[in-house]
């Protein structure tokens, strides 16, 4: 099965889950993503193979027909969906935290979020708390592996050795090099992050790796890093950086058409001035560069982010490292 169509299954059975009515196959295809573009016979071939699809392998989609609506409703009862309770031994659990950690996909989660935040723009009530979709549910405990400084970095743990990088401050367009020395990689809200000793600045210090520019050079010998005994590395990415950044507005061209959740969130849409006619140009509120591009580079090729700069380098960064 293609990623593409994965992500789409999962959203569909999100969305479904997270209603607190039966929505119809209209209001689906307009908060799905993977549904927006087909045109209507395209989407109800697409929508009757995605239902029997989840069907076959045992998850149950109710159909609800309301005398006072001309189209059946649909939706996914949690009493129905849900599994038992599972008893795992201790060592089980830890197998199996360890593995959702390392290999949870941090792109199906920002997709299934945007599913809900196209529910949500559009007037439909949702559950936040169904299928684990709170701040501290299970879609978001999730990490991406996909940022390309992942794989240098964890060598240089398990080795012990001295790193260099190019690195981007948050909020800002300069980088700077850093010499560290790795204490350990760790996720946090769906983010990699770095902790260590930054030698240039003389104390420990943690690195978001997606902000971490070009390679990443080894410095020095295997085995001459030493982790200081204690060092609580979870506690060292636990800052508040998102709440203490400061709003800004993104401009963004969408394509006419497409991306109807994102023009209701707009603060305005207007038609681009130096772009062809298919193009709008709209004006979104963001705080986080790193969370507003997992949003922008989801949609494909129907945005793209004009400024601020930080925030345009931080989608091309998350396409070019989807592409590797």
Request: some cysteine; hydrophobic content about 40%.
């Amino acid at each position: 099965m293609s990623r593409r169509k994965t992500e789409r299954l999962l959203n569909l059975v999100i969305c479904l889950l997270a209603t607190s009515r039966p929505l119809s196959a209209e209001q689906i295809r307009h908060a799905v993503p993977g549904y927006d573009r087909d045109g209507d016979e395209a989407f109800q071939r697409m929508f009757e193979r995605d239902k029997n699809e989840l069907r076959e392998i045992g998850i149950p989609i109710d159909v609800v027909r309301d005398p006072w609506e001309d189209e059946p409703g649909y939706r996914i009862r949690r009493e129905s969906y849900e599994l038992p309770e599972i008893t795992l031994e201790p060592d089980e659990a830890a197998v199996l935290g360890l593995a959702a950690q390392v290999w949870q996909r941090a792109s199906l989660a920002e997709a299934a979020s945007g599913a809900l935040l196209k529910l949500r723009a559009g007037g439909v009530a949702t559950d936040e708390t169904v299928g684990g979709l709170g701040q501290t549910g299970v879609l978001e405990l999730r990490v991406d592996t996909r940022d390309p400084a992942f794989p240098p970095l964890w060598e240089a743990v398990r080795d012990r050795r001295a790193v260099r990088f190019d690195y981007r401050g948050a909020g800002s367009e300069s980088v700077r090099a850093r010499t560290v020395e790795p204490w350990g990689v760790v996720s946090r809200r769906g983010r990699w992050y770095l902790a260590g000793f930054d030698r240039d600045r003389q104390a420990p210090r943690a690195f978001r790796l997606s902000r971490i520019t070009g390679q990443v050079a080894t410095v020095g010998r295997p085995g001459a890093v030493q982790v200081p005994e204690g060092v609580d590395l979870r506690a060292m990415v636990d800052f508040p950086e998102e709440s203490t950044m400061e709003e800004r507005v993104a401009v963004v061209l969408v394509r006419r058409g497409t991306c109807q959740g994102l023009r209701q969130l707009a603060r305005a849409v207007r038609p681009a001035r130096e772009e062809p006619a298919e193009w709008d140009e709209a004006e979104l509120a963001f705080s986080d560069p790193e969370r507003l591009a997992g949003w922008m580079a989801s949609l494909g090729s129907d945005v793209e982010v004009v400024e601020p700069p930080d925030a345009r380098e931080a989608v091309i960064a998350r396409l070019k490292g989807a592409l590797a």
